[in-house]
């Protein structure tokens, strides 16, 4: 090995067996240049801490502002998204940069839905960016990453409502969506055919009140009712115009009844006529009129004349 690396040093600074200091004054200039691309290759080498949207990596870059060195790690950059520091700030070993993509948000807030376009990293910035009460019920953990495209949130924030159910009103303050979350959570449980003011799935409202009306369709009702009878009449010569007889006289018949009663906490609603069967047939009244003319009254005497002496 030393004779091959005795060799190679020949070579480099010698011609033809003797020494050159051309030979050495042009490998000292290939040697300085060397030495000075090393000192700027490691003056300009840095390493920078890259946060995109919470996700962290250690970045090699010789960029000189914050803009390349993004550029460099494969980011794209939109003019909405928030770089910090600035795009053109200069770089330094060591610095931090801070990458908040843009995204495109679909927020139903209390049953509203719109898009909302942030650079919030997570859900709980979302939520403080629109202002609504640390307390609100939130559709996914707040600690959940939120993608630049496709991410839903579904947020209800604290509502005062008034129940009003079996004679009883109570007042509570409440995160839930709908009516019938509200009436679940108030441990109220509706039957089959029980009504409710508002409907389970309509969104709940400050100041909302729900009133629980319990249905029972199970009682039903019978009556026993009048039928009206009818009337027959029959013309007779033998009895004078304007003279009525009653041959037979009219007697009302019984119907039964049978209803199916609606009954709405505890009051009568509605009812439906199921069945009806007639216990006593009504007697038709027989009515004889008389057609007969009466006769013509006699003419009276003349006592007007005077009698002569």
Do not use: W, Y
């Amino acid at each position: 090995m030393d004779l091959k690396l005795r060799a190679i040093v020949v070579k480099l600074f010698t011609t033809d067996g003797k020494f050159s200091f051309i030979k050495v004054g042009t490998q000292l200039v290939v040697l300085c240049a060397l030495m000075l691309g090393l000192v700027a290759f490691v003056g300009n080498n840095k390493t920078v801490t890259l946060n995109v949207d919470g996700k962290v990596t250690s970045v090699q870059s010789f960029g000189g502002t914050v803009g390349q060195v993004v550029k460099s790690a494969n980011v794209e950059l939109k003019p909405a998204d928030r770089v910090s520091p600035s795009a053109d700030a200069k770089v330094e070993n060591g610095t931090v940069i801070n990458v908040n993509m843009a995204k495109a948000v679909k927020v139903s807030l209390d049953g509203s839905e719109k898009t909302i376009n942030t650079t919030a990293p997570d859900v709980a910035g979302l939520v403080t960016e629109l202002g609504v009460a640390s307390s609100s019920s939130v559709s996914v953990p707040k600690d959940a990453q939120l993608a630049v495209a496709g991410s839903f949130v579904s947020i209800s924030t604290p509502k005062t409502v008034s129940i009003v159910a079996d004679g009883r009103a109570s007042t509570a303050t409440t995160t839930a969506g709908t009516v019938a979350q509200v009436l679940e959570d108030a441990g109220i449980t509706l039957g089959v055919d029980d009504r409710t003011s508002q409907p389970g799935n309509a969104h709940v409202v400050n100041n909302m009140v729900v009133k629980v009306s319990r249905v029972d369709t199970s009682q039903t009702a019978a009556t026993t009712e009048d039928v009206a009878f009818d009337s027959l009449t029959t013309e007779s010569a033998e009895l004078f115009k304007g003279e009525k007889e009653v041959t037979q006289a009219g007697v009302a018949g019984k119907v039964d009844k049978s209803f199916k009663l609606v009954m709405v906490d505890g009051r009568e609603a509605s009812r439906t006529l199921v069945s009806e069967t007639v216990s006593v047939q009504p007697v038709t009244e027989k009515v004889t009129v008389g057609t007969k003319a009466k006769p013509a009254a006699a003419a009276g005497t003349n006592t007007g004349a005077s009698a002569r002496p």
